[in-house]
């Protein structure tokens, strides 16, 4: 039987500090994920992420079992891909469209290409603002409930759900231009 | 044939799983062992004040019916009923809110008539002073995070908002959401600590 984030915790509040590791191999991968659309790189992603980790484990004695850990965990990460993206770090290599405009003929010359759609992924995300783009994160790939949301980014239910809406069109206009290429 | 939705490709890309490098795995665990234990973190107490004896029969009705379990709405109109009672009798004997105190907690403990101190429920106001906003709500780990599931009732006399519910002892944590989009701390509460925990909040210790 698997045991609950909550009993992990309880293990490390209690010294056990090696079960954090329990914690970190149920969550590190889909984070990395969620984080390498919402910065634009894997390199930084896997940095966001480890920092949210350590920062969650400083904090741990604050995390309140009425709460899922992952929750928790997603409303650090957020923060901390907030900050990457505001102090503009590495900027350049967080989203290649800014010095590199030729997507279509990336995508094009290599169809089949993994590398190259992944990089499609990331530069279509990276023409929709911030704000826009973690909403759709959260809400498509992460599946959050608006609430849910609310919760993890501190903005209100309406202002999430128009951000959705309009980070859905502005990525329709943008795939339809590359795939009219 | 209709063309296929490019957005929805485009998503499910996006959901595809990733593998980190395990060095970094490796490297954050040896990180956390240099980093110092963490500890738990002390909040603020709230204040009891007398009981009413029928919005303990209230309380007692609710009994099985936790805030972890409950719906948001649930909660919110049994502390309302609860709260009317109560104040009932505040018109006569209580004084009005002292200003500047946002949280106060109205009802005294089952636990002072009843054998099982666990299961205890208290009834606390929340309130907050916005004459300008449209809409405020609470949202806090007791509804989960729920935005819009508890607002709160605005009187238009002084421009304060309040709402009642019913809690469980412990430590919680809340904030007020304004007009839907800003998340305000208690004004007169403890902030919690301030790290990345975003939204701003703050603490409420409801003793047994």
Redesign the interface.
Known sequence: METSDAAVVRRVLSGDVEAYSILVERYFDHYVRFAVHLVGNREDAEEVVQDTFLRAYRALGRYEERERFGAWLLRILVNRARTVSAIGRRREKMFPDQIDESLPEASEAHPADRAALREEMARALSQIGTDQREAFLLHYVEGLSYEEMAAVTGSGVSALKMRVKRSCERLREILQGVNRV | MPTP???AA??A?????????PA??R???E???E???????AGVVARPVPTRSRALATIRRMRGTGP?TASASTLATAAGIALLLAVGSQERAAPPLTPGRRVVTLGDSVASVASSIRDTLRIVQFMLTAPAASRVAL?G??N??????TPLARDTRDGRWAVTLALAPG?H?YAY?V?????VRDPAATP??P??????RSVLIVNR
């Open positions: 939705d490019p957005l485009f998503i890309g996006l959901r595809e799983p990733v593998s980190a490098d970094s795995k490297r954050l665990m990180l956390v062992r980093s110092p234990s963490p500890a738990p973190v972890s949202a780990d007791f989960n995070w729920d935005t819009r599931g430590r944590t959401v007009d839907d989009t800003q998340w919690a600590e790290n990345e925990l975003a939204p701003p």
